[in-house]
């Protein structure tokens, strides 16, 4: 009888390890941080990333979107600053890749930049710095546009800056450890400037109608 009662309580304990799991939401991913990351088994890491996978696949729809509507208008128009369609354009419409071949290519807009800021430039050795540079690029100038200054526009500028984390992820050999923690961090790093970037988005100066 006791072998019995024994066994029950491994059973029991053992569910209880089992059910006393994370269920995973998007505010707990977004809290995580490099270390707690790091740290996570394979098993976690997996579960994160099908909760992670429609918000991706929301942006990158999205963004697709833009991108050809943007494409179409600066097509037509001249390149001289101020302009406020191919600020946008240059903000969100490109990878960090490509904008980097335009970075002090015009004399008006604000090329300045700080990388990640508060948050590490490269975490587990991962180049986000160029990224970071980019969103810092639209921060510093979409708002500079009455027609900027809005929570659309920052999310646009946002969610480009998810879609060149995600290819800072993508470019890692599929055998690297660091590819799926990778993915998660992108997230991160993501939900901290929509949950924090509000004041510095609307603290650009606005210049141009």
């Known amino acids: ?7 029950l309580v491994l059973v029991l304990a ?4 089992q059910t006393g ?3 995973w939401t998007l505010e707990q991913i977004a809290a995580l941080t490099p270390e707690q990351i790091d740290a996570l088994s394979e098993g976690e890491l997996q579960k994160i990333q099908t909760i992670l996978q429609p918000e991706f696949a929301r942006v990158e729809s999205q963004l697709i979107q833009l991108q050809s509507q943007l494409e179409a208008l600066v ?15 240059l903000a969100t419409a490109i990878p960090y890749g ?12 604000d090329w300045s ?3 990640c800021s508060y948050s590490p430039d490269k975490p587990l050795f991962l180049n986000f710095k160029d990224p970071c ?3 810092d690029f639209g921060y510093r100038n979409v708002p500079q546009y009455a027609r900027g200054r809005s929570e659309t526009y920052r999310k646009y500028v946002d969610d480009r800056f998810l879609s060149n984390l995600k290819s800072v992820c993508g470019d890692l050999s599929w055998w690297d450890p660091r590819k799926d923690k990778c993915y998660v961090l992108a997230y991160t790093y993501y939900a901290a400037v929509r949950n924090f970037g509000e004041g ?3 603290s650009t100066q606005k210049r141009y109608p």
């Not at 053992?14 to 390890?17: L, P, R, V």
């Not at 071949?101 to 807009?109: E, N």
């Open 14 to 17: 053992a569910c209880g390890s």
């Open 21 to 23: 799991a994370p269920n």
């Open 98 to 109: 490509t904008f980097f071949t335009y970075y002090r290519t015009y004399s008006g807009p």
């Open 200 to 202: 510095p988005y609307y």
């Open 133 to 135: 540079n980019h969103h």
């Open 113 to 115: 930049n700080d990388g």
């Open 75 to 89: 097509a037509a128009q001249d390149s001289r600053w101020p302009n406020f369609d191919y600020t946008v354009y």
């Open 1 to 7: 009888m006791r072998v019995v009662l024994l066994m």
